[in-house]
Nanobody, 124 residues
Framework: QVRLVESGGGLVQPGGSLRLSCAASGSIFSINAMGWYRQGPGKEREFVTAMNWSGGTTYYAGSVKGRFTISRDNAKNTVYLHMNSLKPEDTAVYYC?????????????????WGQGTQVTVSS
């Protein structure tokens, strides 16, 4: 089992920045990727970004590319989501995800472990 604990959500004005953290513990050896999904009000959960744990290859949804960056601290088994130029449409509950990816990083079914979610609200 892998436990994921997110932190760093909150309220930010449009154009602002925020950093989310996700600390993983447990059977880390059983995963090869970590990432972030989000679910906005009245919307389905959608892929945001992911990172291959060993090589560091990153993947981004088109809607966040150039504004969001995923990074990691291997020593702390932690991934971060750096969000810049935030827009009201980025408002959502952000979920950390981890899993052993075998086909695609973009499909939620590939991630066997999920955090509890952290709320990000972009509003003036």
């Amino acid at each position: 089992q892998v436990r994921l604990v997110e932190s760093g959500g909150g309220l930010v004005q449009p154009g602002g920045s925020l950093r989310l953290s996700c600390a993983a513990s447990g059977s880390i050896f059983s995963i090869n990727a970590m990432g972030w999904y989000r679910q906005g009000p009245g919307k389905e959960r959608e892929f945001v970004t992911a990172m291959n744990w060993s090589g560091g290859t990153t993947y981004y949804a088109g809607s966040v590319k150039g504004r969001f960056t995923i990074s990691r601290d291997n020593a702390k088994n932690t991934v971060y989501l750096h969000m810049n130029s935030l827009k009201p449409e980025d408002t959502a509950v952000y979920y950390c995800a981890a899993g052993y990816i075998t086909t695609t990083y973009f499909a939620a079914r590939e991630y066997g472990y999920w955090g509890q979610g952290t709320q990000v609200t972009v509003s003036s």
